[in-house]
């Protein structure tokens, strides 16, 4: 059984940081894919970010490049995603989640298997 577990949400004021962290516990697939995905009250969830574990190719969305970065600690089996320059637009309960390479694309919901319970962050004006 995979167990993702999210931390590090929070409240910032805009221009501030914050950096989630996602543990991944379980056995995984043997190549597989981290994703970030957001989701704002009364909005879809939308992808934030990902990073394949092995390899570590990088995948942004538009609107946090430059921004965010995402990371992976293979000892610790955990995937961070760093947040910089917040503006109020990041506002949401952010996910971590997990799929196999091969599973569809790292930008779409559906193929990721597993979710973490989704921190919250919040960012005021």
């Known amino acids: 059984q995979v167990q993702l577990v999210e931390s590090g949400g929070g409240s910032v004021q805009a221009g501030g940081s914050l950096k989630l962290s996602c543990a991944v516990s379980?056995?995984?697939?043997?190549?597989?894919?981290m994703g970030w995905f957001r989701q704002a009250p009364g909005k879809e969830r939308e992808f934030v970010a990902a990073?394949?574990?092995?390899?570590?190719?990088?995948y942004y969305q538009d609107s946090v490049k430059g921004r965010f970065t995402i990371s992976r600690d293979n000892a610790k089996n955990t995937v961070y995603l760093q947040m910089n320059s917040l503006k109020p637009e990041d506002t949401a309960v952010y996910y971590c989640a997990v799929k196999s390479e091969s599973s569809g694309s790292y930008s779409f919901t559906s193929p990721y298997d597993y979710w973490g319970q989704g921190t919250q962050v919040t960012v005021s004006s």
């Open positions: 990073i394949r574990w092995s390899g570590g190719s990088l």
């Open positions: 379980g056995r995984t697939f043997s190549r597989y894919v």
